[in-house]
């Protein structure tokens, strides 16, 4: 039974929500729901996690040698204007600054057994095996810089072949749209066996897309693929899966854009979306939610960190059940499928990889993490204007799978790698690691998620649960039509509030 009841502003009982996950779609529906000028939402926020997610796997790093302490955004969390047009709406409302970010990017092609080694700052742009490095703009490298004419024959025609390359692709994007595919979809591991599918028609994946166009293979393989893929945190093969609408519109709407981060750390963005809210469940995993007479009741459990806590909280009452008016699940596809049973058939369709992402320090540096309880994120942040930071892209081409990592170098020697795999190999030097779920797309997924947000005829005669039935709404990165990115977030979050009746402050 609800434990509080608030009256709104027209003397009315409270809605109750309980939105689960606190990374950037459940914090922003948190925030428009509890600003709801007519005061008729009570949130509840549940966390797994020891606190809140969008900022929780930061660190705070300090210099003994300077006694400097620097704030490290992991994952970096950056965007551009154009594609992330709601984002940088809700930014520029929620007065947070951007942080404009300039990359050297080098490109390298490396064994399995050299990802163990993570090279100086001096020596990254000449590390074995690399074969580019992109400082600049293309055209601005070709016309203006005359360090570049004086260069060697092989980098002069190199540079022309992937400055032609370069144009036709993002001419591509901007001319042919991606074609639709009559498509067999199967909705789940069930319907497939039985041989059951709907036929409806779906985009062209990347991979036919690419074909279609003509893009040497070449410049796929060694330039787009490794950006792309890190973009996507998966391998070269899942990335040309991809729906090729997903690509088309990214590289449409972040054209000639400058890339972002919000400023001094997203640190500040979490603590101006949770402000206020006062019921937040933290280290409480939900394990069900179930649609009952009285409203949506949702299961959970004590996940303290502590073994021997845990130990005595499991033997006292395995879980707590509670009601609430309406649950906003801002977790994984995977997660929501595994808690809410109606959404497992279009949400099992969903592909979610692992991803890690390293901090290294150089030995002797002088580096280390602040514990984070007795630091309070103060605004410095590792990127600074003007500080063009290097970020390698280590491709491994192996029979099995052709994927890329990171090196990004941030100041004082300290690099974060991001493998887009779970168990990425261990580095000297390494002061934390952290692990994410990151959902990718295929056309089939998109079908699957554009049935869930725009339920047509067909779906409900499939008696397929889509958002916001039940009372129960998805929220996250991949709940829109596009790249699983922070956009996502903020689309579906606005979706959910426009759905129960809010505001969204930004779109006035
Ligand atoms: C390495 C990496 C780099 C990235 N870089 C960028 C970038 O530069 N730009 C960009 O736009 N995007 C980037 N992304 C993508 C973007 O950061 C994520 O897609 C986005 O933050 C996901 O937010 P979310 O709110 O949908 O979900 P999440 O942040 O994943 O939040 C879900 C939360 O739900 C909690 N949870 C799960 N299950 C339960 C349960 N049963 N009970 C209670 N709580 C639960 C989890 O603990 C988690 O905190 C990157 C992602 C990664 C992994």
Redesign the pocket.
Known sequence: MPSRQGKAADGERKTRVAI?????????TAYLLHRDSQKRYDVTL????PK???D?ASITIKNTKTGTAERID??????CRGY?AN?CRMYDHLGVPFQHIQLIWVFARISAAAQTQVPSPEDVQTMPGSYFIYGKRLHEMLLISPHFWRGSVQTILQTLYLAICHIWFFAACFLFAPRMIKAETYLDVKSAAKGKSSSASSCESFRQYLDRIRLPQTYALYYLLPVLSI?C?CSHAEMLDFPASDVTEFVKGSFLRKTY?ARGGINRVQATLAAGIEDVRLE????KVDRVDEGVLIR?QSVNGDAAAAAAAAAAAASSEEVFDRVVL???PN?AA??FNPSKPLLSVIPTVP?T?TVVAPLASGLSVVPEKTHVPSGECSYRRGDAQVMAFRTTFSESVVQTETLHYLSDGLVVR?SPVGDAPELKGTLDTAR????LRTTESRSAVQKLLAPTKDSDGEGLWTNGKDDVWV?????WDG???????VV?AMRVARDLGVEVPWER
């Open positions: 689960i996950g606190t990374g950037l779609a459940g914090l922003t549940f966390e797994q996690a809140f997610s969008l929780a992991i994952p970096p969390r950056s965007f992330y984002l973009i945190s981060v409480t995993r939900v394990t959970s801002a977790v994984s997660v595994a808690i991803v992402s991001t994410f779920t990151r959902t929220v996250g990165s991949w709940c790249m699983v990115l922070l956009e996502g977030c579906s």
